[in-house]
């Protein structure tokens, strides 16, 4: 496969933020107009990310806001957004790049954009070699299964006037 110089994966990705970065500048500058409301999913630990301690530590990976009927002074930049929520009555107030940003959904009109987000780790990852596969066990219990039916299916030396016994491994019969 060809390497891909100019990553359009990346400008994809880009293009779809600035769908949503639009969106919520034009929520901000008029309110939600309809029925429209946003479920945002973001990395609480990606850089960036300004919570308090208390949610941090509520949500030590990821969480989702909803900016439907309870937020206050929504503000949009290039680079993310700020806006004020309540949890369990105490108000809060969140800055979120848009670049850690997981998912974007509008469910009032199914609308639903999920971006890839690269955490501080990913590079090293990406590094290492890949794990080895491991072998399933629903997969050899199927392959035991038929291997038996197999065996059902074939006719008895004695039926079959065959010279002699065929010697069978019992492990194939048994469940692991």
């Not at 809060?92 to 974007?104: D, M, Q, T």
Request: glycine letters at 6%; charged letters at 30%; proline letters at 6%.
């Amino acid at each position: 496969m060809a390497d891909d110089h100019i990553r359009y994966d990346i400008l994809a990705q880009e293009a779809l933020r600035g769908v949503m970065r639009k969106v919520l500048a034009e929520v901000a500058r008029t309110g939600l107009p309809g029925n429209h409301h946003f479920f945002i999913t973001f990395l609480t630990g990606a850089p960036g990310v300004r919570i308090s301690s208390r949610l941090r530590e509520r949500y030590p990976e990821q969480m989702t806001i909803v900016i439907q009927f309870q937020y206050w002074d929504l503000k949009v930049t290039d680079a993310g957004f700020e806006v004020g929520l309540s949890f369990s009555d105490v108000p809060e107030k969140l800055e979120i790049p848009f670049s850690a940003v997981r998912g974007f959904y509008d469910p009032s009109v199914n609308f639903e954009l999920e971006f890839d987000v690269k955490t501080e780790g990913a590079e090293d990852e990406a590094a290492a070699p890949a794990p080895e596969p491991i072998a399933v066990v629903p997969e050899k219990k199927a392959e035991t299964k038929k291997k038996a039916a197999e065996a059902e299916k074939k006719p008895a030396v004695a039926e079959t006037g065959g010279k002699g016994a065929d010697v069978v491994s019992l492990d194939a019969f048994r469940k692991k």
